[in-house]
């Protein structure tokens, strides 16, 4: 299912033209002319995404987030602004109150398409780790309660030398999917959340030598998107 952005702005164009752009990108959008109606959309659809205008009718686009952000569910929820104000107390203020970016009007589509992408990617890595982390440690508990006596190790067993822990650590990231070094190095990179064109810059390869890396994994690893691909490398532990 295609990811879900609410668009929240008074401003009929703005809110059509940019949710226009959001789903010929590809994400599912829903719309809302005020703070109020947008927070009721949020409870019913759990959106993956809010880009918000300020200045709007019987709710703002700052009570919004104060209020979002109260609900543990949306504590990580990306949160963009789109506005005319632009002082630096303003900017502050919605940092504060937990915006992760603070666009400009007049913006150009392509840069809050990038935005979005950067951010959306974040989240579902930030998920990835959540859930991967939860699942260890919940099966590390089970495993720990359900121990009989007889199997716990010894006081008198030898204790392995730091050679067979390094040696196991390497061990637990076996290559299975026949990535070359250059891959696993954009992977490791990219788990990170860099761009193609960062991960070029401390790789010194152009962004498209990047891009043909990133579409090996894919292909390798039978993904679809970077998204997935880093899921999927943090649940196979093919990165550290």
């Known amino acids: 299912m295609p990811l879900i952005i609410?668009?929240?702005?008074?401003?009929?164009?703005?809110?059509?033209?940019?949710?226009?752009?959001?789903?010929?990108?590809?994400?599912?959008?829903?719309?809302?002319?005020?703070?109020?109606?947008?927070?009721?959309?949020?409870?019913?659809?759990?959106?993956?995404?809010?880009?918000?205008?300020?200045?709007?009718?019987?709710m703002d686009g700052y009570e919004l987030v104060r209020?979002?952000?109260q609900k543990p569910a949306f504590r990580l929820l990306p949160v963009v602004f789109l506005t005319e104000l632009g002082s630096t107390e303003e900017r502050i203020r919605g940092?504060?109150?937990?915006?992760?970016?603070?666009?400009?009007?007049?913006?150009?589509?392509?840069?809050?398409?990038a935005v979005i992408r950067n951010l959306l990617e974040r989240?579902?890595?930030?998920?990835?780790?959540?859930?991967?982390?939860?699942?260890?440690?919940?099966?590390?508990?089970?495993?720990?309660?359900?121990?009989?006596?007889?199997?716990?190790?010894?006081?008198?067993?030898?204790?392995?030398?730091?050679e067979n822990k390094q040696h196991d650590g390497s061990a637990s990231k076996v290559n299975t999917f026949h990535l070359t070094n250059r891959e696993q190095e954009v992977l490791d990179l990219l788990t990170t959340g860099q761009s193609n064109v960062e991960i070029g810059s401390n790789l010194h390869l152009s962004h498209r030598t990047i891009e043909k890396y990133v579409s090996n994994l894919l292909r390798k690893t039978d993904t679809s998107k970077r998204a997935e691909l880093v899921r999927f490398a943090l649940e196979n532990r093919l990165v550290e």
């Open 67 to 69: 209020q979002v952000r």
């Open 6 to 58: 609410l668009v929240a702005d008074d401003n009929l164009g703005t809110r059509l033209s940019v949710s226009d752009y959001l789903e010929m990108a590809g994400y599912s959008v829903i719309a809302a002319e005020d703070g109020q109606q947008a927070l009721s959309m949020i409870e019913t659809y759990h959106p993956h995404m809010i880009v918000t205008d300020i200045n709007m009718p019987r």
């Open 95 to 113: 940092y504060q109150l937990g915006c992760d970016l603070y666009l400009p009007k007049p913006f150009e589509m392509e840069e809050l398409g």
């Open 123 to 162: 989240a579902t890595m930030m998920q990835a780790e959540i859930s991967f982390s939860s699942r260890g440690a919940i099966q590390g508990m089970s495993e720990k309660s359900t121990k009989t006596p007889q199997e716990k190790t010894p006081a008198s067993a030898p204790i392995k030398s730091q």
